[in-house]
């Protein structure tokens, strides 16, 4: 799989997002998501997410839950805006060769301002890159920008 969406212990996170997808050689196609459509994503866990004028919510009260792509892509950029709430732990996998990624085999862009661990904190790549700048994204619609080439 190489693009999911996951929150744990989320009351609320909001998502726009803009897909530049770049196949073989070029940036050739641009994907709004404009539904859910089962034959596109799925989800695994507890919880629940919605979309409304492309704006992705997931809320849940516990445990994990993933919203993942059913499609591959090779080289791509990624634009999503977030706005987290203060306790969401949320972020965005790519790169992952199984179902339900984990940090360690799928790098894992963070959005969890409050972390434990402040060098996973929101921009972190999960246990592989620090954030470079350190940037407060409760409560405010932040953009990533993620490039995935080779």
């Known amino acids: 799989m190489d693009f999911s969406l996951t929150r744990s212990r989320m009351n609320l996170f909001l998502v726009s997002m803009l897909f ?8 050739n196609r641009t994907t709004n998501i404009t539904n859910l459509d089962s034959s596109q994503w799925y989800q695994i866990g507890e919880g629940s997410w919605t979309i409304n004028d492309q704006i992705i919510t997931g809320s ?37 060769s199984d179902t339900i990624g984990s940090a360690e085999e799928c790098h894992e862009i963070n959005i969890w301002d ?37």
């Not at 999960?126 to 080779?150: A, F």
């Open 20 to 27: 530049s997808l770049m196949g073989c050689s070029s940036f």
């Open 60 to 96: 849940s009260l516990e445990g994990e839950a993933y919203l993942m792509s059913r499609n591959k892509y090779d080289d791509f950029l990624l634009t999503l805006e977030f706005k987290p709430d203060s306790i969401v732990n949320s972020g965005i996998y790519v790169r992952c």
């Open 114 to 150: 409050n972390h434990p661990n402040q060098a996973n904190r929101t921009g972190a790549i999960v246990s592989k890159k620090e954030p470079s700048h350190i940037l407060n994204t409760i409560d405010k619609w932040n953009t990533y920008e993620i490039r995935c080439l080779g």
